[in-house]
């Protein structure tokens, strides 16, 4: 990638309920500032329209932060980015319409990001960074995800999940347990305190080899739930048993693909995104995986594993100095198109 030329960035991230703005010279961030929207944990999930209202109330405002954090002015960005899916439709409308607006009138480029791509190459925002060719586990709400990536263009789909995402399995299991949405952190939260022994939750095996399924590890937790206390009364020591056992069958049917992977493919670094790799107990069981192998293990800080504009300018500037060019036509889109990662023959 040529990056002979220093490019400040503007970065715009809002598909789901996380509204954030970022500024970059090249890969260095500046500023990354993050507006989350809690008000959602009163539904028990995102709500779509309150969503996109959310995020036209405190886009300008972040923006006008950045700058000032960054010590810039609008007219010191050489490159404007944001996300264009996937996502939620009227969200990434609101990013992806005020990036459009503010690159016609400065007239400055725009380049368009797929969220995942952010996810992928945030590892790229550590000061350790990745080296091709890499194996890539996406963790979040929405996707589970392994790739294989040559370069910053060529990105290999190795497997995905056949249903739930991992994210998705922690929230609906959190649900189940009445911790409430997000899931994640509350799980994790309980899991710390309990004992992963003590109920062995399956693994699915696919024929696919690559592949993940989630939908039965889930299934699994209800019906336990059903069968020890139907009446719904668990005590602390049981939730945090059943906490910890769930989360372990999760990450050890994550570990699995990802070392079938490395046993099957040269790679020369090895990275963790997306939401779910905030999780401790996955982060440190995949590292240990990953050292015995002597490759090197990178994962973002917190800030960059969940939703977040640094990855969006990064991933924007990549494609910029890659040589990748857009108009101001382009749309948003609720889901990976299909054939947007290339395939292994």
Do not use: W
């Not at 439709?89 to 368009?112: C, Q």
């Not at 040559?150 to 789909?157: H, N, V």
């Not at 977040?308 to 991933?315: E, G």
């Amino acid at each position: 990638m040529n990056s002979s030329r220093s490019l400040n960035i503007l970065g715009i991230e809002s598909s789901c309920d996380e509204t954030s703005v970022a500024i970059l010279l090249n890969e260095n961030v500046k500023a990354n500032l993050i507006s989350s929207q809690h008000f959602h944990k009163l539904y028990g999930g995102v709500v779509p329209e309150l969503s996109s209202r959310a995020h036209l109330q405190i886009i300008k405002p972040l923006l006008d932060s950045a700058l000032k954090l960054s010590g810039l002015k609008m007219r010191d960005i050489d490159l404007i980015t944001a996300t264009a899916g996937p996502g939620l439709i009227g969200a990434l409308l609101v990013g992806l319409t005020f990036a459009k607006g503010l690159a016609f009138s400065l007239n400055k480029p725009f380049i368009p990001v797929n969220h995942i791509e952010g996810h992928i190459f945030s590892g790229f925002l550590m000061d350790q960074k990745p080296e091709f060719p890499m194996l890539v586990l996406v963790v979040s709400g929405g996707h589970t995800l392994l790739l294989y990536a040559e370069d910053y263009t060529k990105i290999y789909k190795l497997g995905t999940t056949v249903d739930d995402a991992a994210g998705e399995a922690f929230d609906k299991v959190s649900k189940m347990l009445g911790f409430g949405y997000p899931g994640g952190p509350q799980i994790e939260a309980s899991a710390s305190k309990g004992n992963d022994s003590v109920i062995k939750f399956p693994i699915a095996d696919l024929k696919e080899k690559y592949n993940f399924s989630f939908s039965g590890l889930k299934t699994s937790v209800l019906r336990h739930i059903q069968k020890f206390h139907p009446d719904r009364k668990i005590s602390e020591s049981d939730l945090n048993n059943i906490s910890a056992s769930f989360q372990k069958a999760l990450t050890d049917a994550l570990i699995k693909n990802v070392m079938l992977a490395l046993n099957n493919l040269k790679v020369n670094s090895f990275s963790l995104a997306g939401g779910v790799a905030a999780n401790k107990r996955l982060r440190n069981d995949l590292k240990a995986v990953v050292d015995k192998m002597k490759i090197p293990f990178i994962v973002p800080s917190i800030e960059y594993c969940t939703d977040n504009a640094a990855m969006i300018a990064l991933r924007g500037f990549q494609l910029y100095q890659s040589g990748f060019r857009s108009s101001l036509s382009v749309n948003p889109y609720p889901s990976i198109p299909e054939n947007h990662f290339l395939r292994l023959t």
